[in-house]
């Protein structure tokens, strides 16, 4: 899972597409932020499209639960 900023800082949408990332990297339009978690900045503009999510957690007698829903 590679997160992504906006140009702004702005938090946008994870993305799972590696090669995608690699290829921003490389061609100076993304830079690495943080490396855990592994994040980047797109270095150009965007739109801002993010979906809601809803944060449920579980705290259970053993273990506490997380889920993120869409």
């Known amino acids: 899972m590679?997160?992504?900023?906006?140009?702004n800082g702005d938090p946008l949408m994870p993305t799972k597409r590696y090669g995608k990332v690699r290829r921003l990297?490389?061609?100076h339009l993304a830079k690495v932020v943080r490396?855990?978690?592994?994040t980047i900045q797109l270095l150009y503009e965007t739109t801002h499209?993010?979906?809601n999510i809803t944060l449920g957690i579980d705290s259970?007698?053993?273990?506490?639960g997380f889920s993120a829903v869409t």
Do not use: A, N
């Open 35 to 38: 490396s855990k978690p592994f």
């Open 25 to 27: 990297l490389k061609q």
């Open 49 to 51: 499209y993010t979906q």
């Open 2 to 7: 590679v997160y992504v900023l906006s140009i």
């Open 60 to 64: 259970g007698y053993d273990h506490i």
